[in-house]
């Protein structure tokens, strides 16, 4: 069966996926220069954040995300979905989706009002399953280089 379960992104599965998610972006980033920054571990433990990895059938890592808070807006705390990934082998599987309904409802615990993100127009896929799931195009609210859309989505 498969399961979630809350890892510091520098535990073996984690940092496993985040390589590997690190890999797959910088060798398919349209015209190269993807940056690669692993996340600070901090960022991700609660109440700051949470990182979730998506163990499959076998135990066998084979996705991961997260949620960080950010700077509280006028209408509350926010918190931005980061690194979500699954494996070639889960694609298709609604493994995403329920990594990212796990992220939802962690940040609606912690009382966020909304949740954000940003991502590349490259990653179809992703940019589908956000759609789906309720967010919105926004303006930028950060300046990450490796993104050209940002989206959110009112949780309150």
Do not use: Q
């Given at each position: 069966?498969?399961?979630?379960?809350?890892?510091?992104?520098?535990?073996?599965?984690?940092?496993?996926?985040?390589?590997e998610y690190f890999g797959v972006r910088a060798?398919?980033?349209?015209?190269?220069?993807?940056?690669?920054?692993?996340?600070?571990?901090?960022?991700?433990l609660p109440p700051a954040g949470v990182f979730?990895?998506?163990?499959?059938?076998?135990?066998?890592?084979?996705?991961?995300?997260?949620?960080?808070?950010?700077?509280?807006?006028?209408?509350?705390?926010?918190?931005?979905?980061?690194?979500?990934?699954?494996?070639?082998?889960g694609r298709g599987r609604g493994w995403g989706?329920?990594?990212?309904?796990?992220?939802?409802?962690?940040?609606?615990?912690?009382?966020?009002?909304?949740?954000?993100?940003?991502?590349?127009?490259?990653?179809?896929?992703?940019?589908?399953?956000?759609?789906?799931?309720?967010?919105?195009?926004?303006?930028?609210?950060?300046?990450?280089?490796?993104?050209?859309?940002?989206?959110?989505?009112?949780?309150?």
């Amino acid at each position: 069966m498969v399961r979630l379960r809350p890892s510091g992104v520098d535990e073996p599965d984690a940092h496993a996926l985040l390589a590997e998610y690190f890999g797959v972006r910088a060798a398919g980033f349209p015209g190269g220069g993807y940056r690669t920054t692993f996340p600070d571990p901090t960022a991700f433990l609660p109440p700051a954040g949470v990182f979730v990895v998506l163990d499959d059938d076998d135990g066998v890592a084979g996705g991961c995300g997260g949620i960080r808070r950010l700077a509280d807006t006028p209408a509350g705390i926010r918190f931005e979905v980061k690194h979500l990934f699954v494996r070639p082998a889960g694609r298709g599987r609604g493994w995403g989706r329920l990594i990212l309904d796990d992220l939802e409802r962690r940040a609606r615990e912690a009382g966020a009002v909304d949740l954000v993100l940003d991502t590349h127009h490259s990653l179809e896929a992703a940019g589908g399953l956000y759609a789906r799931s309720g967010f919105e195009s926004i303006e930028p609210y950060n300046d990450n280089p490796n993104a050209t859309r940002w989206h959110r989505k009112a949780l309150a």
